[in-house]
């Protein structure tokens, strides 16, 4: 499935950014009286915009949610950022896409300026030939990222496609009209690539590198 324009989701995709965030969350939800549940049920907070998640999981309003995420998101900043690591193999994945001439591209929901320090704390953005995230809560929403990382690689739809863990990958690049590759790094539900559409699942970034070059 070779294509000259790759985008990768971030958080649960190129890095396991899931210490941070559910450290960060779970004290949240707690100082607030919430049940935060186990860790593995915190795992449907890594993909979509915090405020999405937090009133479809929690049933808050609107208000609630922005509340919730504004404390998330300073304790985050401060504390939580750098709680991460590069996935397994995605190093070696970037380095071969980049020697076979493919353009890459970050498109995530997670606010940009996160997305940008880690990738140069951990001396990343030497792959990435464009970086797009949430600028804003209002513009968090996977397809226009999807969108605008296209149009930032003047990327053709026919000759690009998305790889990411969740659903929300999986249908932001169909509203794009590209297709995705689920990587099943642990944070998805059972049968959620399929449900979505994704035109292929990998488990690991060994078996991606070898779709995305074959």
Known sequence: ??????????????????PGILRCLRAVLEKNGMDAHTDRWLHRFIGPPVIDALMEFYGVSREEAERLK?????????????ECAPMEGAEDCLRALRAA??????????????????????KFTEYFDAVCGAES???????????????????????????????????????????????DSGFAEEGEF???GAVA???????LTEMLLG
């Open 1 to 18: 499935m070779y294509k000259r324009y790759v985008l990768f989701d971030f958080d649960g995709t190129l890095f396991d950014t899931s």
């Open 70 to 82: 504004s404390e998330y998101r300073v304790l985050y900043r401060a504390e939580g950022v750098y």
């Open 137 to 183: 809560d209002a513009h968090s929403g996977k397809a226009e990222i999807v969108a605008r990382a296209l149009k930032k690689l003047n990327a053709p739809a026919d000759d690009a496609v998305m790889v990411g863990d969740r659903k929300y990958d999986v249908l932001g690049a169909k509203a794009c009209k590209i297709p995705c590759i689920g990587l």
């Open 101 to 122: 001439g493919v353009k890459i591209a970050v498109a995530t929901s997670k606010p940009e300026y996160f997305a940008v320090q880690i990738l140069e704390r951990f």
């Open 194 to 196: 399929a449900a979505a």
């Open 201 to 207: 699942v990998v488990s690991g970034f060994r078996e």
